[in-house]
Nanobody, 128 residues
Framework: QVQLVESGGGLVQAGGSLRLSCAAS????????MGWFRQAPGKEREFVTG????????YYAESVKGRFTISRDNAKNTVYLQMNSLKPEDTAVYYC?????????????????????WGQGTQVTVSS
């Protein structure tokens, strides 16, 4: 059973940056797509970004394009989310997720139901 642990969240002023990490234990992330989602109070969980197993394909929600960057280090079993130019509307709990079903596929799911394992989340709060 894989365990995903997010870290790096916190309180930051608008325009600031944060780097989230998602470290996996129990199994390797290599070969699997990974995603970052977020959920704000009273809202549904939404796709933020995803990355294919190789890192060759990345996808971003329109709201974060040009500001957020996803990357992965398979040797460290870790996925990262660099968030720049943060806005108050980015405030949410951020979750990383693992797609177990597709192996060595460049496809990156954008719906949460395609992801099998989730971290506990890390809070990101952006003040105006």
């Amino acid at each position: 059973q894989v365990q995903l642990v997010e870290s790096g969240g916190g309180l930051v002023q608008a325009g600031g940056s944060l780097r989230l990490s998602c470290a996996a234990s129990g199994r390797t992330l290599s070969g699997h797509a990974m995603g970052w989602f977020r959920q704000a109070p009273g809202k549904e969980r939404e796709f933020v970004t995803g990355i294919s197993w190789s890192g060759g394909n990345t996808y971003y929600a329109e709201s974060v394009k040009g500001r957020f960057t996803i990357s992965r280090d398979n040797a460290k079993n870790t996925v990262y989310l660099q968030m720049n130019s943060l806005k108050p509307e980015d405030t949410a709990v951020y979750y990383c997720a693992l797609d177990q079903d597709r192996y060595f596929a460049e496809y990156v799911p954008k719906s949460p139901e395609y992801y099998d394992d989730w971290g506990q989340g890390t809070q990101v709060t952006v003040s105006s």
